[in-house]
């Protein structure tokens, strides 16, 4: 079976899945490219290979030719693009957050637990990074004893103009948010965040940093600094009461040169977790071929958005936040 994605979305992201599509992926084809902008649509289709451009999202969503979805829009789409996916029936991997509402995140596990089958899987793709998943296999084995803390350092060179601190907490820190409960297997149930007194000479979103507190007792700090300036740079630690285990980000070389030993920094998110969005989307569309589900779930989807949406109100607030996630459906016990 070769599985017919529809794309919506040719910004950054939707660029890089369609070359993922049109040259990494093993049975799946870019069947349909979907952009406002017709320009951005043909570049993205042209690299893939795909020859049908089209205007209307739901147009790509219903189309008979399409059997599954890939969502790359902006932001405030994805919860009412998600939504029609699951009214046309069709599986969906929808690039993070899945929506910056947790109401509207509600409102898709509700429609999935309604009909009882997952059909949404959430972009958090660092689940299937290499190094992250070593570090939760630690835990699993007990080799560093129970997890007391997790360290999360997340930095982009420069963020652009339109970028706000707000949301560096609902469209950066989703991944931390959504990689602590992968890793420490737990909810997080308070967060306080803030933000350095020292405001940027040239404008631009100051650092976030915020500390969540787990179910279990346990601390996870996260800094998110979309203005670092020096390199892409993602950091994890796991402090166990025995032992600590670290993410190692990939390197293709190390240069020694002027009495200097160095490793470059990627640029930005693509490079670095290449291999990481490479997997994710062969997993959803493995799990398209044989009916199952991979990745992160609607139901992962909703508690990213309730820990941002508590993590603004406390960045508001300067108070210390309780993040009250509901109980899971059963649909998602395995998930
Ligand atoms: C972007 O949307 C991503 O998903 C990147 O992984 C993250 O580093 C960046 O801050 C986000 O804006």
């Known amino acids: 079976m070769t599985v017919r994605i529809g794309l919506i979305g040719c910004g950054v992201m939707g660029t890089d899945h369609a070359m993922i599509i049109g040259q990494q992926l093993h049975g799946a084809e870019l069947a349909m490219v979907c952009d406002a902008d017709a320009g951005r649509a043909r570049v993205a289709a042209e690299q893939a290979g795909c020859a049908r451009i089209e205007g209307d999202p739901l147009a790509v969503i219903n189309a008979p030719s399409v059997d599954a979805v890939l969502i790359a829009s902006p932001d405030q789409t994805h919860g009412p693009l998600t939504l029609a996916c699951l009214a046309a029936g069709k599986p969906v991997l929808c690039e993070k957050p ?77 991944h931390e948010f959504d990689i602590a409960r992968f890793l420490l297997g737990g909810e997080l149930v308070a967060v306080t965040a803030f933000q350095p007194a020292l405001r940027r000479e040239k404008g631009g979103v100051a650092p976030v940093f915020m500390v969540c507190e787990t179910a279990a007792g346990q601390l996870v700090n996260i800094e998110i600094n979309n203005n670092a300036g020096y390199g892409y740079d993602v950091r994890g630690e796991i402090v166990g009461e025995r032992g600590a285990v670290s993410m190692a980000a990939p390197a293709g070389s190390t240069l020694d040169l002027h009495l200097s030993h160095s490793v470059a920094y990627a640029a930005d998110w693509r490079p670095r977790f290449a291999e990481a969005y490479r997997r994710q989307n062969q997993a959803w569309v493995n799990g398209i071929a044989s009916g199952t589900s991979a990745g992160s779930s609607a139901w992962d989807g909703l508690c990213a958005t309730l820990v941002a949406e508590a993590a603004v109100q406390s960045l508001q607030t300067g108070q210390r936040t309780p993040i009250r996630i509901p109980v899971r459906p059963g649909l998602y016990d395995h998930s």
């Open 98 to 174: 899945l929506s910056q509402a947790a109401s509207e995140c509600e409102a898709i596990v509700e429609s999935e637990v309604k009909r009882g089958k997952r059909l949404v899987q959430v972009g958090f793709m660092r689940r299937f990074d290499p190094s992250y998943v070593e570090m939760r296999q630690a835990v699993l084995a007990g080799t560093i004893g129970r997890p007391l803390m997790l360290h999360c350092f997340h930095r982009n060179v420069a963020a652009p103009d339109w970028f706000t601190g707000q949301m560096a907490i609902t469209n950066s820190a989703p």
